[in-house]
């Protein structure tokens, strides 16, 4: 069945970096654009980033530009989630999901904290 585990998160101070991780398994990685969401508490889920089968097309929201970076190792079948210059604001839980638009398979999510 379709499988995908995030990891990678953690507490880091304001203006730090962190590097998620997305492992999948149970499908045609390479087939499959993939997609980071998140959801802040008492906040509606918002799309975060989204690339190509072949990595060779990414989007961003305006508000993500600039600080966050998705990549994807198709021999690993594993996507990554690059966030640097991180804000209080990038509090959240970060949930990898399969395809760009919500509602294909998602892990249980990875906490993300910027805190001093």
């Known amino acids: 069945q379709v499988q995908v585990v995030e990891s990678g998160g953690g507490l880091v101070q304001p203006g730090g970096s962190l590097r998620l991780s997305c492992a999948a398994s149970g499908f045609r990685f390479s087939n499959n654009a ?10 509606e889920r918002e799309l975060v980033a989204t690339i190509s089968g072949a990595g060779d097309s990414t989007n961003y929201p305006d508000s993500m530009k600039g600080r966050f970076t998705i990549s994807r190792d198709n021999a690993k079948n594993t996507v990554y989630l690059q966030m640097n210059s991180l804000k209080p604001e990038d509090t959240a839980v970060y949930y990898c999901n399969v395809g760009k638009s919500w509602g294909g398979s998602q892990g249980q999510g990875t906490q993300v904290t910027v805190s001093s």
């Not at 993939?34 to 906040?43: D, E, F, L, N």
């Open 34 to 43: 993939m997609s980071w969401y998140r959801q802040a508490p008492g906040k």
